[in-house]
């Protein structure tokens, strides 16, 4: 027999399918800022949430990924299965936003998404339409603009950043306020903020969360929030393992959703990452708890929104000084492929003459249509503080880094998963079984250039990337660029099994 708990989920989730629906054929239908911002509104609870800007302050390309490896249901549906699971019309902007499939058409047609200046015009909409909003930053911000340019005055305004920093919400984070408290229209709102647990300075307990749940829920909290940075698949486990949680904002994947995931009556929204959404919810109270609840996935498409003025001010322009220019499209996103991983991993052979090249997952970085050129900003954000640096290792060793990113990638535990792709080589082939055991999902090791396989006691020159340490990777990909002018580049095969 179901929970009241899960009834009353059940419950607000037909009511969410409803409006969503009927927002989407408008948002479909028209094209325009009035439309991005088309919104009925409910209750008198307002949050919005955004994510995981890792840096990115001007408007960008990021095609959204062809193939995520895990269960078939969200947030791993892709292409045709993410249309039909949210009703998206195809070669529709929401198509362009939400798929890969046609994206460098769909792109150059619907123009780059994102942009702080955007953003902050979107917030300030929504703030001047609806007094006391609650703007809530999930955190990998990667910049300090962030804070500056989209914190509003407002009394009920909190940052609440979710990672170790001072002002962050982090209850798994020693001596950091596990929770901020809002009472917009007088209902007590609790924001309790989780950082993410692979950091140095954090851990993680269940059994410790749920009691400052009940805390706040003791203390008077009538709708409780998590402003999470554990990853989507880790806030689908507290939705299931954890009691009195209302709303969960999944942080650090990167998954953008329509409609909120619905897990045993706790709501989950996921806003992307690099700016492209900001989502609005919309939660009515009523004998003290939450009734209703109502989404609103916002794409910030910036040539619709009209960039803040004074924010635009801010951002600048940004180094568009160009290196060279993409031959084929370079994005990031899927869970074994990728070609901006194959090109850094191409550019560190080229550079170093090593025999293989391991790159592992970017955190950040924009796609370059075909024909598009390179800019030195682009090669900044793939780059980061990273430096190319070589090593001998055996062919064992080779094996042990990839099991640990294959671990970190696949693991069962969804509170062990570091990301939600896998390192990349360059020079070199594998097959991987990604639901294998920890230890045992990498083999049939391939060096390209001989195509005989590398024995485990064998040594080979391999580039790698670290902190301190040899070539700046910027440098290293300006020369490769620089010196060919058009660029392509092919990830190199890599089997999955099962």
């Known amino acids: 027999m179901p929970t009241r708990r899960e009834v009353l989920g059940q419950t607000i989730a037909a009511g969410v399918g409803f409006a969503l ?9 028209r094209y325009d ?3 991005l911002l088309d919104f009925y509104p409910l209750g008198d609870i307002t949050l919005l949430h955004f994510s995981d800007l890792r840096g990115m302050v001007l408007p960008h390309h990021l095609r959204p990924a062809a193939v995520r490896y895990g269960p078939d249901r969200v947030p791993n549906l892709t292409g045709e299965a993410m249309r039909i699971r949210y009703g998206i019309g195809g070669r529709t902007p929401m198509d362009a936003a939400m798929t890969a499939e046609g994206f460098d058409a769909l792109g150059a047609v619907y123009g780059p998404m994102g942009g702080l200046a955007q953003m902050a015009t979107v917030i300030g909409a929504i703030r001047s339409a609806r007094p006391g909003t609650i703007v809530l930053d999930g955190g990998g911000s990667g910049t300090a603009l962030a804070g500056h340019l989209l914190k509003p ?4 305004f909190d940052r609440a950043v979710p990672q170790p920093s001072p002002g962050a919400l982090a209850a798994n984070a020693a001596d950091q306020p596990d929770h901020a408290t809002f009472t917009p229209g007088g209902a007590q709102v609790a924001v309790i903020g989780l950082a993410d647990p692979h950091r140095p300075d954090t851990g993680f307990s269940l059994a410790a969360l749920q009691q400052t749940i009940a805390a706040r829920r003791a203390a008077g909290a009538q709708v409780v929030v998590l402003l999470s940075q554990m990853g989507f698949e880790a806030d689908r486990a507290l939705a299931s393992g954890l009691e009195g949680v209302d709303v969960i904002f999944s942080g650090r994947s990167g998954h953008a959703l329509p ?41 910030i498409f910036s040539r619709l929104i009209r960039p803040d003025a004074a924010a635009l001010q801010v951002v600048g322009a940004g180094d568009d000084t160009p290196v060279g220019t993409a031959a084929d499209m370079l994005h990031h996103r899927d869970s074994f492929s990728g070609t901006w991983k194959a090109l850094i991993g191409d550019a560190m052979l080229a550079e170093t003459g090593a025999d293989v090249a391991l790159v592992p997952p970017l955190r950040a970085a924009e796609t370059i249509l075909p024909g598009q050129p390179i ?67 990498i083999s049939d090791l391939t060096l390209r250039a001989t195509g005989r396989r590398l024995d485990p006691v064998e040594e080979v020159t391999v580039a790698l990337l670290q902190g301190r340490d040899g070539a700046p990777l910027a440098q290293v990909l300006a020369r490769y660029i620089t010196r060919r002018g058009q660029v392509t580049a092919t990830p190199a095969p890599v089997t999955v099994q099962g």
């Open 33 to 35: 800022q009035a439309a």
């Open 375 to 441: 800019l030195s900003r682009h090669l900044a954000q793939v780059s980061g503080d990273r430096h190319v640096a070589k090593r001998g290792l055996t062919g064992a060793a080779i094996a042990v880094l990839l099991e640990a990113a294959a671990h970190a990638a696949f693991a069962e535990d969804p509170f062990a998963r570091q990301d939600t792709r896998m390192m990349r080589a360059a020079g070199l082939s594998f097959a991987i079984a990604p639901g294998a055991a920890e230890g045992t999902r």
């Open 259 to 299: 409609e909120p995931e619905v897990v045993g009556g706790t709501h989950i929204v996921a806003s992307g990452a690099q700016g492209r959404f900001v989502t609005r919810v919309d939660i009515a109270v009523k004998n003290g708890q939450m009734a209703d609840l109502r989404q609103g996935l916002i794409p």
């Open 153 to 156: 005055e407002a009394e009920t």
């Open 21 to 29: 629906s009927a927002r989407r054929a408008v948002a479909q239908d």
